[in-house]
Nanobody
Framework: VQLQASGGGLVQTEGSLTLSCTAS????????MGWHRQAPGKQRELVAT????????KSADSVKGRFTISRDSAKNTVYLQMNSLKPEDTAVYYC??????????????????WGQGTLVTVSS
């Protein structure tokens, strides 16, 4: 499975960016899809994630009210609309997807995948 992320770049404080990530594999049925980020010298952290139906959404307190996650399940694509960006949002943003499929013997295979990361830089 390949997760192709795009949309990162350089933006000024209070600016906006939209990230997108598409999963290439059709064998898997993807359940949760979302975004994590890793700032220099810090651990990777959850930004936002969404279930297949969109019924369960989690997001970090630091981005609530500014970032919106959405997905197009038919296209295996997840988006992150980022508004009112702050310098502390500067990080590499990673797409993550978790999915499953059934083997020929009926056993489920559950696996998580990471995208290559896209850099978001917010200048002050």
């Amino acid at each position: 499975v390949q997760l192709q992320a795009s949309g990162g770049g350089l933006v000024q404080t209070e600016g906006s960016l939209t990230l997108s990530c598409t999963a290439s594999e059709s064998r898997f049925t993807f359940t949760d899809m979302g975004w994590h980020r890793q700032a220099p010298g810090k651990q990777r952290e959850l930004v936002a994630t969404m279930s297949t139906s969109g019924g369960v959404t989690k997001s970090a307190d630091s981005v609530k009210g500014r970032f919106t996650i959405s997905r197009d399940s038919a296209k295996n694509t997840v988006y992150l609309q980022m508004n009112s960006l702050k310098p502390e949002d500067t990080a590499v943003y990673y797409c993550r997807a978790q999915g499953y499929y059934y083997r020929d013997d009926g056993a489920p295979v559950v696996q998580g995948f990471w995208g290559q990361g896209t850099l978001v830089t917010v200048s002050s």
